[in-house]
């Protein structure tokens, strides 16, 4: 059976677990303490040399690497494709991916620093201010795209890698729409009202990109409950 190493709150192990969910695989998930630095472990560095999630273990093959391992549990299980047959089509589901995981990451990276990790005392309010910018830049950049394209999905009318990559961090915009609420007596009025307003960019669902909190979050609950 494959085993799936992930640590909680990952964007990274959320893509793949989405694409284990998409296909029906059976597996088996394997949860990493990061407070306990069991992902800085030597059996975990043995799967992952840099000390990261998501891991995969199957029959023999070891991977990490999301994007590794969304591949081969592609090619490795056919049943339930996650890219288009078309090539044109299946190259522009990889630059969204990298969309997602490159610009969107770096930009939402640099909003979660501050919103999560930085105490109040310390809180930039003028690099959330900032942060937020780009985190909307991008957003509205994705909705164009996908609007364009007139799809179901962000590419096409089926579900692909692309939807799924945009997916893996809904569950954390929707943390940092919670976590606003918490930042009312922390930030300057006027910009936790901006961070708290349910019509934003950063908390919406939007119907062209077909991006959902409740999609990623039941399937997140699995290994919650494990």
Request: glycine share 6%.
């Amino acid at each position: 059976m494959i085993r799936f190493y992930y640590g909680s709150g990952s964007p990274f192990s959320w893509r793949v677990q989405l694409a284990l969910e998409e296909k029906g695989l059976a597996y088996e998930p394997v949860l990493l303490s990061f407070e306990k630095g069991e992902h800085k472990s030597p059996e975990h560095l043995a799967r992952s040399p840099h000390g990261k999630v998501p891991a995969l273990a199957d029959d023999g093959v070891t991977l990490y690497e999301s994007s590794a391992i969304v591949e081969y549990l592609d090619e490795r299980y056919p049943r339930t494709p996650l890219l288009p047959a078309d090539p044109a089509a299946r190259a522009l589901v990889r630059v969204e991916e990298i969309e997602a995981t490159h610009y969107f990451g770096d930009g939402f990276g640099a909003l979660a620093r501050q919103v999560f990790f930085t105490p109040a005392e310390r809180r930039d309010a003028a690099a959330v201010e900032a942060a937020r910018a780009e985190v909307r830049k991008l957003l509205e950049a994705l909705d164009a795209r996908a609007g364009k394209r007139r799809g179901a999905y962000v590419i096409g009318e089926t579900l692909s890698r692309a939807a799924r990559c945009a997916d893996a961090v809904a569950p954390r915009l929707a943390r940092a729409h919670a976590r606003a609420a918490q930042l009312r007596a922390e930030l300057p009025a006027a910009l936790a009202e901006e961070v708290a307003q349910p019509g934003s960019p950063h908390a919406r669902k939007t119907s062209a990109t077909v991006v959902t909190v409740a999609s990623s979050a039941s399937v997140c609950a699995k290994t919650a409950s494990t």
